[in-house]
T-cell receptor, first 108, second 113 residues
């Protein structure tokens, strides 16, 4: 599976937008970009996914670079409940391959 | 609440023993995936079943096996347990046989002593 690179941690303030970057320079043409998050003591939670175009849903937006070698998950207005580990994943043949993710810290 | 249920929540057992973890997918979902999360290895994909058939294997040990039953619930069997098998085991479900949106259960915490 192609690899993704994310910062180990990021910090943001409550009620401000958060931009979580992900690099995936070896992405193939058929790989989807997925974002999941894991809150403490819980299972991972689906956030969003996309292929080429930017995507929006009730939780977040996904901005995909034109060359698809990077993407950014955007949380429009962070709350304390958004503090979690965020994983950027490229779809493999089957199951998801999780990396170490970005630990997002939200300051009140 | 994702709609995926896993039992038991916690399991403590001794080395060499065998345990069975159970997963019920969301209503209508045909795929079940199993993952293992340990402190040193992170979240690892183990195996995928779709509508009763095995679709793919990830980093699953030979001592581990799984099956998906006609009612679509799945069981993960872990045998000859070792200390290193202590981990959180998650199952996830999705509607189709692709990985687009997976919904994870709360996990089973296995402690091998």
């Amino acid at each position: 599976d192609a690899k993704t690179t994310q910062p180990n941690s990021m910090e943001s303030n409550e009620e401000e937008p958060v931009h979580l970057p992900c690099n995936h320079s070896t992405i193939s043409g058929t790989d989807y970009i997925h974002w999941y998050r894991q809150l403490p003591s819980q299972g991972p939670e689906y956030v969003i996914h996309g292929l080429t175009s930017n995507v929006n849903n009730r939780m977040a937006s996904l901005a995909i670079a034109e060359d698809r070698k990077s993407s950014t998950l955007i949380l429009h207005r962070a709350t304390l409940r958004d503090a979690a580990v965020y994983y950027c994943i490229l779809s493999g043949a089957d199951g998801l391959t999780f990396g170490k993710g970005t630990h997002l810290i939200i300051q009140p | 609440d994702s709609g995926v249920t896993q039992t038991p929540k916690h399991l403590i057992t001794a080395t060499g023993q065998r345990v069975t973890l159970r997963c019920s997918p969301r209503s209508g979902d045909l795929s079940v995936y199993w993952y293992q999360q340990s402190l040193d290895q992170g979240l690892q994909f183990l195996i995928h079943y779709y509508n009763g058939e095995e679709r793919a294997k990830g980093n699953i040990l030979e001592r581990f096996s799984a099956q998906q039953f006609p009612d679509l619930h799945s069981e993960l069997n872990l045998s000859s347990l070792e200390l290193g098998d202590s981990a959180l085991y998650f199952c996830a479900s999705s509607f189709g046989d692709r990985v687009y949106e997976q919904y994870f259960g709360p996990g089973t915490r296995l402690t091998v002593t």
